[in-house]
């Protein structure tokens, strides 16, 4: 509860961007310290690779921190009169008067007349040569490959990784680590590549590169090639057959099953979820070499903790998505959508008590992290009771710290490999061994 | 844009659609792959602004209609004493949504099928171009070495 008082207070946007900070979110409290800081301030946080589900509550209030503090005076702009509408080939003559106009912040206090989609800097209200600046391109393939969750996603391989029962190796750790970075940026660009006009409707989405026509659909299709195929090169041929095959299966998944699923069915948060739970599975199947129980179990955690976040970042979204015509539980089946949260809420706990019986750590995780377990289900009640603005935010922000020190507290209570070569009468050190002992 | 400019020229948001108009550039020799491309952005855009622009206006036309009925069934009127607009709490206006949503779904499937398409279409045509001009220019180098 401190924590997360304290970062509500903190002025976030003077500390600039620490994604580079976001190694190991399991080895260090000052990374976590920091790792908290950065996803509070983006509000990006979660290991789902999808981002647009994941908008902040309010609009707009992400685009830049320097953007954040112009805007404030902007605030109470007058709206002008927008003039008629007009199709595109006339809006090239009315471009001059536009260049006046100024649009409102937030849909819910607006007076306009048109559908306000975030304040445009000065800037954005510019027509731009639709030229490819090579100095740009590195900061637009970022965000082209939303290179913020990417890391969240690299983060949470590594905590797969790390709790797997075997000697780490850092060259398997980081050739991983690689191969699931590419894999997420990949799969990121082909998502916004289908997601073009879509995009350009929502606040959130709005200032993506393929939506500013910084970039070509075709230049994003071969970054995304060329990050994708070395990639799940790198995982099958450097680490192993099976993590490569996931991370190849998990960008399936997410461009060609989750990403048009998204306008058609609101099961598409349920593959949703199964996204964000391959990337630990990948971790550790990278150390282990085998899908076994335990990486079912992490991956079984995060699968259900996206459905907290999630749920409660939909219920405010619900204007912007019955528009752009997403179908998401928050606006078709509401009651679901808050049951579902709860329901996920209790099975973390339920899953944490799982994880000293199948050995992957000592029985005082279940008991450390029951707290902060039940802390996340009582706000899910909370959501799940008064279906309103405050609970969801509460329930959101809490998923945004829940996690990461879930993870942390599951690697300190990490059983340790020692431990159970001592019980198996092993010498340690090679890696089949390891992986014999691993279970009773 | 300036009439020397060679390249795509890419616009605000529009009001309605939201989505940014591009002013394409037509160099003289355009090829017919080329022109086959352009036509496909233009089609394709032109579509899309159809299409969101209308479904913008519905959902705002709409939303008035459903807020105003609901004000008068509460008994109350458009604007208070303030002259402030009144709204509807986010609970009531779920209800809108909800309903907008169902009611358009079928709208939304048809369009994302034209959408995947366009998309794909323009794609792969972008990439025809760009084969053929990388095609040239090696063309054009390996003249120049010769010579």
């Not at chain 1, 965000?143 to 391989?157: N, P, Q, Y």
């Not at chain 1, 008064?386 to 935010?393: C, I, L």
């Not at chain 2, 233009?42 to 479904?55: G, L, T, V, Y």
């Not at chain 2, 609901?70 to 609970?91: C, F, V």
Request: one cysteine or more.
């Amino acid at each position: 509860g401190l924590f997360v008082w304290r970062l509500r207070n903190a002025a976030a946007w003077k500390i600039p961007c620490r994604f580079v900070h976001l190694y190991h979110v399991a080895s260090n409290r000052l990374i976590t310290f920091q790792y908290f800081n950065f996803l509070k301030r983006m509000y990006v946080t979660q290991c789902n690779k999808d981002l647009s589900q994941r908008a902040k509550p309010k609009s707009d209030s992400i685009a830049s921190p320097f953007h954040e503090l112009q805007q404030l005076d902007q605030e109470k702009k007058v709206v002008h009169k927008i003039s008629s509408v007009s199709p595109v080939h006339q809006l090239w003559s009315e471009m001059s008067s536009r260049n006046e106009l100024r649009e409102m912040k937030s849909a819910a206090e607006t007076e306009d007349s048109v559908i306000p989609v975030g304040v445009e800097s000065k800037e954005d209200r510019q027509w731009k040569e639709m030229k490819l600046r090579l100095d740009d391109l590195p900061g637009i393939l970022a965000r082209l490959s939303k290179i913020k969750l990417t890391a969240l996603v690299v983060s949470t391989a590594s905590a797969g990784f790390a709790m797997a029962p075997v000697p780490f190796e850092l060259t398997c750790f980081l050739l991983a680590s690689l191969g699931t970075g590419l894999a997420s940026c990949a799969a990121n660009s082909i998502n916004q590549f289908f997601e073009v006009p879509f995009d350009s409707n929502m606040n959130r989405t709005k200032n993506r590169p393929l939506v500013r026509g910084q970039i070509s659909p075709l230049l994003a299709v071969c970054f995304a090639a060329s990050c994708g195929i070395p990639g799940i090169a790198l995982l099958t041929l450097g680490v192993n057959p099976l993590t490569g095959a996931l991370g190849a299966f998990n960008i399936f998944l997410y461009t060609c099953c989750y990403t048009p699923l998204k306008r058609m069915s609101i099961a598409n948060t349920w593959v949703g979820a199964v996204v964000g739970a391959i990337p630990p599975i990948m971790g550790w199947t990278a150390a282990t070499g085998s899908l076994d129980a335990g990486a079912l179990l992490l991956g079984g955690i995060l699968y259900s903790w996206q459905f907290p976040h999630f749920n409660a970042l939909s219920w405010g979204l619900r204007e912007d998505y019955s528009r752009g015509g997403y179908c998401m539980m928050s606006v078709t089946h509401p009651g679901l959508c808050r049951r579902v949260a709860l329901r996920h809420c209790l099975a973390l706990i339920g899953l944490s008590m799982v994880a000293p019986v199948l050995n992957i750590t000592t029985w005082t995780f279940p008991v450390i992290s029951l707290p902060i377990n039940l802390y996340i289900s009582y706000l899910g009640f909370r959501f799940y009771r008064d279906a309103d603005r405050s609970s969801s935010r509460k329930l959101f922000f809490c998923s945004l710290w829940h996690l990461p020190m879930l993870l942390l507290v599951m690697f300190t209570c990490k059983k340790s490999v020692l431990e159970k070569e001592d019980k198996g009468d092993l010498r340690g050190g090679s890696h089949e061994m390891a992986m014999e002992i691993r279970l009773p | 844009p300036p009439a020397h400019s060679h390249s795509d020229w890419i616009g605000p948001p529009d009001k309605h659609s939201n989505l940014r108009p591009v002013i394409f550039y037509v160099p003289p020799e355009e090829s017919a792959l080329e022109r086959r491309l352009r036509e496909a952005r233009q089609e394709a855009q032109a579509s899309n602004q159809r299409f969101w622009a209308r479904h913008n206006r519905a959902f705002r036309q709409e939303k008035e209609e459903f807020v105003y009925s609901r004000l008068k069934a509460k008994g109350l009127e458009m604007r208070d004493e303030s002259g402030q607009k009144a709204t509807l709490n986010a609970e009531e206006m779920a209800e809108f949504y909800k309903d907008f949503l169902n009611k358009n779904f079928k709208k939304h499937l048809q369009y994302n099928r034209d959408w995947y398409k366009h998309n794909f279409r323009i794609t792969f045509l972008m990439g025809q171009v760009a084969l053929v001009r990388a095609l040239r220019w090696l063309r054009g180098r390996k003249k120049n070495v010769e010579q």
